[in-house]
């Protein structure tokens, strides 16, 4: 089908995205799309289970993974590799010092106990298996620790918004480590009293990395994929533009994810360093797929995704390959 489809929904995770910097210098606007957010929708758990048949969602692949688990008809459509920061931490008082000192200690893991899928929880014990196994340890090796959490919204953002029950756990003493990541935890690291036992973004290996934000995923409602798939492309072809925009300005974006994160610029610059306002274009390397199907057996394994599935199929490189020709010449300055 060729005509326009009324309304086009996109959400996109507090973190960076080249949605974010789309959304904010205009460039879904600008090549002639009919966006709304989703909050205006009224079915805003589509961020979580991407229940909308007309939906672009850019964020952590936990959900992404889950729902495509679920048997949700969506397609993959773009990968991107932000490197950030992925600290596993401690109170200064509890006697950690190195990786070896976690043996035998309780690990917290933030859980909401609800029916939609719990990433915080997943994203903790990810990062807690990577720095487990730089010393030949497992989880079996460590106590898990569930410790309440609110169910997250989509307005979450900055210190509180994503790690003030895991901080208050610690505090609490209910636990003695705890993960953390991205702007939000080093605005953490900056505010708490806290140690870092495990710096997982030091780690040469990108296998350690491997976690909820690494790969990013950008999916799409299969419906709307089908039925409308030059206004696909063009939307993938608006985020690649945002994404060169940024190259290009990189101060601009720095700010720009201070604000999608809630989060301090001293905070974005730590947690993601010189080479973030470059890694936003949305691609599908092989090795960033290979990566997601690494994450999508340790979620399989630890039950965070009931079924297994082929990434290969869930995959469509059609919106890449079309968004070529819909590449605006001009993308160094903002539109609006």
């Known amino acids: 089908m060729t005509d326009e489809p009324t ?8 973190v960076p995205t080249a949605s974010g910097v789309a959304i904010d210098v205009g460039h879904l606007t600008a090549a002639g799309l009919t966006v709304a957010p989703l909050h205006r929708s009224g ?14 969602r850019e964020g952590g692949n936990v959900p992404a993974l889950w729902a ?26 509890s006697g950690i010092h190195e990786p070896g000192d976690l043996v035998g200690r309780r690990l917290v893991l933030p859980t909401h106990g609800g029916e939609r899928v719990d990433f915080f929880r997943a994203m903790a014990l990810r990062g807690f298996d990577a720095a487990l196994r ?11 620790v569930d410790a309440p959490a609110p169910l997250p919204r989509t307005t979450d953002v900055g210190a509180e918004g994503f790690y003030g029950a895991t901080v208050a756990a610690l505090r609490a003493g209910l636990g003695d480590v705890a993960y953390v990541k991205g ?32 790969p990013r995923t950008l999916t799409v409602s299969e419906e709307l994929l089908l039925r409308h798939p030059e206004t696909v492309a063009r939307y993938v072809a608006a985020l690649r533009d945002a994404a060169r925009w940024a190259a290009a300005n990189p101060e601009r974006t720095a700010r720009i994810v201070a604000a999608e994160t809630g989060s301090t610029l001293d905070a974005v ?11 936003l274009t949305p691609e599908l390397r092989p090795e960033w797929i290979d990566h997601l199907e690494e994450q999508k057996r340790f979620l399989l394994r630890h039950g965070v995704v ?17 968004s070529d020709r819909h590449l605006s010449p001009h993308t160094t300055e903002a539109t609006s």
Do not use: K
């Open 68 to 93: 495509r688990s679920r048997g949700e008809r969506t397609r993959l459509i773009g990968l991107t590799w932000v490197p950030e920061m992925q600290t596993v931490v401690t109170r200064r008082d």
């Open 134 to 144: 730089l010393t030949g340890r497992s989880l079996r090796d460590v106590r898990l």
């Open 183 to 214: 702007a939000p935890g080093a605005d953490v690291l900056a505010d708490a009293d806290l140690r870092v036992v495990v710096d997982l973004s030091a780690v040469p290996d990108p296998r350690a990395q491997v976690n909820n934000g690494t």
């Open 43 to 56: 079915a805003t758990e589509a961020h979580f289970d991407h229940r909308l048949p007309a939906l672009f």
């Open 269 to 279: 610059r730590r947690a993601y360093g010189a080479d973030l306002a470059r890694s």
């Open 7 to 14: 309304t086009v929904w996109y959400t996109r995770c507090p």
């Open 306 to 322: 009931a079924r297994d599935f082929s990434i290969a199929d869930w995959i469509d490189a059609g919106p890449l390959a079309g």
